[in-house]
């Protein structure tokens, strides 16, 4: 059985940063082969996609969402079952529980979830 597991959430302050990393275990997985983004759902909000990577095999595009661009960039692990998020110039805004994901049909994996507090 395949988990993503999320960590270095947290607390910072706003104009901070903190970089977010999943790992997959279980299961040898190849995230080069995998669809890869980063979620997020802030109280009383529905989930949204903070961005998208496609896999490595199809190329690698990536999309972010409006509000992450420029600040927020994804990348593959060298280990290859690793996802980071570097997050810098955090707002109070991006206060949120974040998530990762990895697909390739029809596998969808999620993470369980973390935590990140902008505030000052």
């Known amino acids: 059985q395949v988990q993503f597991v999320e960590s270095g959430g947290g607390y910072v302050q706003p104009g901070g940063s903190l970089s977010l990393s999943c790992e997959a275990s279980?299961?040898?997985?190849?995230?080069?082969?995998?669809?890869i983004g980063w979620f997020r759902q802030a109280p009383g909000k529905e989930r949204e996609g903070v961005v998208c990577?496609?896999?490595?095999?199809?190329?690698?595009?990536?999309y972010y969402v409006d509000s992450a661009k420029g600040r927020f960039t994804i990348t593959r692990g060298n280990a290859k079952n690793t996802v980071y998020l570097q997050m810098n110039s955090l707002k109070p805004e991006d206060t949120a529980v974040y998530y990762c994901?990895?697909?390739?049909?029809?596998?969808?994996?999620w993470g369980q979830g973390i935590q990140v507090t902008v505030s000052s």
């Open positions: 994901n990895a697909n390739v049909w029809p596998n969808d994996y």
């Open positions: 279980g299961l040898t997985l190849d995230l080069d082969y995998y669809a």
């Open positions: 990577m496609y896999s490595r095999v199809s190329g690698g595009a990536t």
